[in-house]
């Protein structure tokens, strides 16, 4: 199982802020099941050129690297992408896209998306084989004209629901909904920390197992 979207790089946004706590947070991953995780770390245009972030994410890395056991899920690194106007332009996003694929993870406005914003998601999405893939869908479904996601989807946008979204009882028939809708193709737990915002992977997959039998949640090939 993989987990395409966490914050367990120590000290570098609002995730885990210790060396200690990215081990808890791996430990549980791996009794839940998850065999490869990305690090997907808040990027901000405002905040940091794509450059500055990429130094700030491997001195990040290199301080939780010692730590990692073999028995611990494959950690690789990504960028949660928070998106803004224009940045299909900008060579250094491209940068983030997650480890060993091109795919961009990005985190996109909650309200209902305008014609340029989806415009500019497509031309992400089809710059020189990069694809995009929509952080936590589920934050913004609501929002969205009926036939949006559908549109993206058919583009090949790849949606990444919450875990939490199916672990947790009130919103469980609306995420098996969109998941048996085609608007969810990965899971990611958004892990933050081992206490207040720990992941729930096992219970997500518990969830869709039961409803759906084995396998519909396959790990995306890259
Ligand atoms: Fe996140």
Redesign the pocket.
């Known amino acids: 199982m993989t987990d395409y979207?966490t914050?367990i790089l120590p000290g570098i946004d609002d995730g885990c802020q210790t060396v200690e706590e990215s081990v808890a947070v791996l430990n549980m991953l791996k009794e839940q099941g998850v065999t490869r995780v990305y690090a997907?770390s808040?990027y901000y245009s405002g905040q940091n050129s794509p450059e500055t972030f990429l130094r700030r994410r491997e001195s990040a890395w290199q301080k939780l690297k010692p730590y990692l056991t073999p028995d611990m899920p494959e950690v690789l690194l990504g960028a949660?992408i928070e998106y803004f106007d224009g940045m299909s332009r900008i060579k250094g996003v491209y940068d983030l896209a997650l480890e060993g694929t091109r795919i961009l993870l990005i985190?996109m406005p909650e309200e209902r998306w305008s014609y340029r914003t989806v415009s500019e998601i497509l031309e992400i999405n089809g710059n020189s084989g990069y694809t995009v893939m929509i952080?936590h869908v589920d934050r913004y479904a609501l929002f969205q004209k009926k036939n949006t996601l559908k549109a993206l989807v058919s583009e090949g946008v790849i949606m990444q629901g919450s875990a939490d979204f199916f672990a947790l009882p009130p919103t469980r028939k609306k995420a098996l909904k969109m998941l048996r809708k085609n608007e969810i193709h990965v899971l990611g737990t958004?892990a933050h920390d081992p206490v207040s915002r720990p992941p729930r992977m096992k219970q997500a997959a518990e969830v869709i197992e039961k409803r759906f039998g084995e396998g519909v949640l396959a790990d995306l090939i890259v």
């Open positions: 979207h914050h997907t808040h949660e985190e952080a958004d």
